[in-house]
């Protein structure tokens, strides 16, 4: 393969945009279970599954993990989760503690914290060993948050600036989406109509996200000049599927 296989699931992994709007705030559910597979050419390479639940306290918990299956299982052993709590607050998003964690193989192993303080405004680094702080703005979001929040904001009606201040390593960089068309795709869970949005850089992204499912991506593909990697929706839970509506026989 062009592309060693750790850095392919890391940056699907990393880039997959998905979920939700809110229930309580802006049409989310309470919870909800998601798996993915990514894929490269003919092969599957690795699972991914996303997760929303409360935690009680008027907070949520926004997970996601990633491992290779299959024939990938010779090259990398490595466990990639990702994990943001999180809160509504003024009509936004706001996260509170993001974690990175990957283990499995300890040469490739990483692991990140980092707080939010909303009340002083900055973000804190409480892991690694040369710790950074950066100054919050109103609309800073974490690495795996700000992918929610761009869904949220597709089910609430919003259609241009599409865009999210990320903060990473040390530094926070503008994410910006743009809606390029709709088109209908067929899935493990059926056809639906989506909306097909593109982001653009060192690497495209592209995704179809649909709207009977609160516009969560369906399907996700990101290419580079090393190749084309695709995400694709396998099973749901949390949010409803619908029925598809039989045909009139005369």
């Known amino acids: 393969m062009s592309r060693p296989l750790p ?4 940056a699907a992994t990393l880039t997959l945009l998905t979920l939700l709007n809110s229930g309580h705030t802006a049409g989310l559910p309470e919870k909800f279970d998601a798996t993915y597979n990514l894929s490269v050419g003919p092969m599957t390479l690795a699972e991914m599954t996303r997760k929303l639940y409360p935690k009680g306290d008027g907070s949520y918990v926004y997970e996601s993990s990633s491992k290779a299956v299959g024939y990938a299982r010779w090259f990398t052993k490595s466990v990639l989760t990702e994990r943001s709590e999180w809160r509504y607050e003024n009509q936004q998003l706001r996260p509170l503690i993001y974690s990175y964690d990957r283990s499995g193989d300890s040469k490739k192993e990483r692991h990140l914290k980092l707080v939010f303080d909303w009340k002083n405004r900055r973000v804190t680094d409480v892991t690694n060993k040369e710790p950074w702080k950066l100054v919050l703005t109103n609309g800073s979001q974490d690495k795996l948050l700000y992918q929610l929040a761009l869904v949220n904001d597709l089910q609430q009606g919003k ?3 599409l865009e999210y201040n990320v903060v990473d390593d040390g530094s926070a960089k503008i994410t ?30 592209t995704l179809w996200c649909a709207k009977k499912l609160n516009y969560l991506p369906v399907l996700i593909e990101q ?28």
């Open 7 to 10: 850095r392919l699931i890391a």
């Open 176 to 205: 910006t989406f743009e809606i390029v068309g709709e088109e209908r795709i067929q899935t493990a869970l059926g056809e639906f109509e989506t909306l097909k949005l593109q982001t653009t850089g060192t690497r495209t992204t």
């Open 159 to 161: 259609r241009t600036k």
């Open 223 to 250: 290419h580079d000049e090393r190749g084309s990697a695709l995400l694709k929706l396998v099973n749901l839970s949390g949010i409803p599927i619908p029925i598809p509506v039989a045909a009139n026989v005369p």
